[in-house]
């Protein structure tokens, strides 16, 4: 068992036949579900609860922190594509005199404990406008919706968490690169495919690092950008090492949209995938995020 199975262990029985129950439309595509009628591509199953949940343990361990605004004592706080909701039920642990509101095209998770009593779930699609009145939240996060929204909806898009933050709130976007730098041929190549089907879904990811720039379009004040670049690979240590098994997971979440897509048979994606990880102990790449916030004028 090599070190990227034996984090996230092999899938059990029980997890394999778990369905996520949604109004949105999902799909069976190469044994993952997918949403039939959303750009998003990457798929909404038990497996992906695992990656999620796993990769917001990496950011926070990257980022030092679960957000970065200046905010204090915030009362209503929003979280827009929750996933899991592990980032939302944290920030309900730290602010139990807030309010806190995660709301998702499905809800996603499969530990319900977690959940704290000041915490609630709210079945939204952000791309057709969220249901919330104007000026609900003093703060307004959205981490990781770059392979879900298309490239000509992002200022409406912003003009929307603008919408329904308070003046004087904040609002805060993180986001990755796809490519890596400093990549060998094969973590490029994989790169490339995921551009590609994200490209034919109207999405494009090499706007990431201009978060800032679309924060003051919105009609943000005190626009902050910061990028944190994470090592991929054992090399780079316990980071490197939790890196390297998230992406090879995503990797596999994206396996059957990919192969069907381009014509790229299993093998060689599977084969391309091993290359990877011999380039990364050799080569070194980093990941970049980028983290964008800036507060609504009073
Ligand atoms: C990569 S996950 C990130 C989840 C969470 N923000 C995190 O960082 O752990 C992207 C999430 O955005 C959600 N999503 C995609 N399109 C959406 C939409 N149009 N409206 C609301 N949520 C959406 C997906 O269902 C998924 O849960």
């Not at 959303?38 to 909404?44: C, Q, R, T």
């Not at 807030?98 to 939204?124: I, M, W």
């Not at 995503?250 to 014509?263: D, E, F, N, R, V």
């Amino acid at each position: 068992m090599n070190f990227l199975s034996r984090i996230f262990g092999k899938q059990s029985q029980q997890q394999k036949e778990d369905t996520i129950f949604s109004s949105s439309p999902l799909e069976v595509l190469g044994e993952r579900q997918v949403l039939t009628d959303a750009p998003y591509v990457l798929p909404k199953d038990t497996q992906e609860i695992s990656r999620l949940d796993f990769q917001h343990f990496l950011l926070r361990q990257a980022f030092q922190s679960n957000y970065l605004s200046p905010i204090t004592q915030p009362k209503d706080i929003l979280d827009v594509g929750a996933g899991t909701g592990r980032w939302a039920d944290e920030m309900a642990q730290v602010f139990p005199q807030a309010f806190v509101t995660g709301c998702d095209l499905v809800e996603q998770t499969t530990d319900k404990s977690f959940k704290q009593p000041n915490y609630r779930f709210v079945e939204a699609d952000v791309l057709k406008g969220l249901p919330f009145r104007d000026r609900s939240f003093d703060f307004v996060h959205q981490r990781l919706l770059f392979l879900a929204i298309p490239a000509h909806s992002w200022p409406s898009e912003l003009l929307e968490l603008v919408r329904v933050a308070r003046p004087g709130g904040w609002i805060e976007l993180v986001e990755s690169e796809i490519q890596a730098r400093n990549a060998g041929p094969a973590t490029q190549r994989m790169g490339q495919w995921i551009i590609e089907v994200s490209k034919r879904r109207g999405i494009d990811s090499s706007q990431v690092p201009n978060l800032g720039t679309y924060l003051n379009n919105a009609g943000l004040q005190n626009v902050v950008t910061r990028s944190v670049t994470v090592p991929m690979g054992q090399w780079g240590g316990r980071v490197g090492s939790m890196m390297a098994a998230n992406i090879n997971s995503a990797y596999q979440a994206m396996k059957p949209l990919i192969t069907s897509q381009l014509g790229i048979s299993p093998e060689e994606y599977e084969k391309n995938i091993l290359l990877q990880h011999q380039e990364w102990e050799e080569l070194h790449p980093t990941s970049v995020f980028y983290a964008a916030y800036g507060q609504r004028p009073h």
